[in-house]
T-cell receptor, first 111, second 110 residues
Framework: DTAVSQTPKYLVTQMGNDKSIKCEQN?????MYWYKQDSKKFLKIMFS???????INETVPNRFSPKSPDKAHLNLHINSLELGDSAVYFC??????????FGPGTRLTVT | SQELEQSPQSLIVQEGKNLTINCTSS?????LYWYKQKYGEGLIFLMM?????EEKSHEKITAKLDEKKQQSSLHITASQPSHAGIYLC??????????FGAGTTVTVRA
């Protein structure tokens, strides 16, 4: 059973398009995160979502919007994609002060 | 990740004592990142190592990458309550994305 799953694993799209990445966790965790892995493979937090409270990182462009239809899902919508959005995006979940479980990552390529 | 093993899973230390966390891979580590998790805020970057034998320190935390570049350790000297938390290693295995250890929960008792 996959604890944290992301779809798609790879996404290639053109500039200006709108796309979504889906994340689901079956661990019953109350907190979910989106991270962006930059070109140097550093992880940067984008959003965290805890029991319907969204904590937004101010450095994230407003073209990025997380949406959580329920506690087990936190999807990432990206509008008007730009070349600089190309990266690997990781979803993660955690319960309280416990370990984070990471999804497999989504490699987004914007052409 | 089965490619990366982090140990121990959890540990409890008395305040003032030292502790060590290990991250081991069967593959060459092209980069090793240590993070500390802050609840609700995600991962906080601590240190990154790339060269075999490299060692970096920040305040009372020291991270090392062995000569063979397959194992890294994170060492905390004279632990304090502020060191409590979850530590996670992330590895660059020459893939396009990081691979993660399972995390180590550190409890510091006064």
């Amino acid at each position: 059973d996959t604890a944290v799953s992301q779809t798609p694993k790879y996404l290639v799209t053109q500039m200006g398009n709108d796309k979504s990445i889906k994340c689901e966790q079956n661990l019953g965790h109350d907190t979910m995160y989106w991270y962006k892995q930059d070109s140097k493979k550093f992880l940067k937090i984008m959003f965290s979502y805890n029991n319907k409270e969204l904590i937004i990182n101010e450095t994230v462009p407003n073209r990025f919007s997380p949406k959580s239809p329920d506690k087990a899902h936190l999807n990432l919508h990206i509008n008007s994609l730009e070349l600089g959005d190309s990266a690997v995006y990781f979803c993660a979940s955690s319960q309280g002060h416990r370990d984070s479980y990471f999804g497999p990552g989504t490699r987004l390529t914007v052409t | 990740s089965q490619e990366l093993e982090q140990s121990p899973q959890s540990l409890i230390v008395q305040e003032g004592k030292n502790l060590t966390i290990n991250c081991t891979s069967s593959k060459t580590l092209y980069g090793l990142y240590w993070y500390k998790q802050k609840y609700g805020e995600g991962l906080i970057f601590l240190m990154m190592l790339q060269k075999g034998g490299e060692e970096k320190s920040h305040e009372k935390i020291t991270a090392k990458l062995d000569e063979k570049k397959q194992q890294s350790s994170l060492h905390i000297t004279a632990s304090q309550p502020s060191h409590a938390g979850i530590y996670l290693c992330g590895a660059d295995l020459n893939d396009y994305k990081l691979s993660f250890g399972a995390g180590t929960t550190v409890t510091v008792r006064a």
